[in-house]
Nanobody, 125 residues
Framework: VQLQASGGGLVQAGGSLRLSCVVSGGTLSTYTMGWFRQAPGKEREFVTALRINNNRYSSDSVRGRFTISRDSAKNTVYLQMNSLTPEDTAVYYC????????????????????WGQGTQVTVSS
């Protein structure tokens, strides 16, 4: 399966962006989908995930501001980001994991098998 992320850009603090991740070579609804991000000099960190039962999990830093969703007809997963702050500046990656990922496994990048190329999000103050 291949993942293609897009939608990043430069936005002012308080603004919004929507990232997209198109999945090809597989059926989106059969994967656990996640978004991770990596800021300069930092490790890749979990942002949010969507399980096949539509349960969502988000990190404390983005909960209430970021929302993951999917459109199975378009084989696309989205990350709607609102109320952005400079601390959200990072390269954002979408990832696909097996359908049976348990909740405790959602937060580790190593549990996802396929990754998109990343899209840069820069939030200015």
């Amino acid at each position: 399966v291949q993942l293609q992320a897009s939608g990043g850009g430069l936005v002012q603090a308080g603004g919004s962006l929507r990232l997209s991740c198109v999945v090809s070579g597989g059926t989106l609804s059969t994967y656990t989908m996640g978004w991770f991000r990596q800021a300069p000099g930092k490790e890749r960190e979990f942002v949010t995930a969507l399980r096949i039962n539509n349960n969502r999990y988000s990190s404390d830093s983005v909960r209430g501001r970021f929302t993951i969703s999917r459109d199975s007809a378009k084989n696309t997963v989205y990350l709607q980001m609102n109320s952005l702050t400079p601390e959200d500046t990072a390269v954002y990656y979408c990832a696909a994991g097996r359908s049976g990922l348990i909740v405790s496994s959602l937060f580790a990048a190593s549990n996802y098998d396929n990754w998109g190329q990343g899209t840069q999000v820069t939030v200015s103050s």
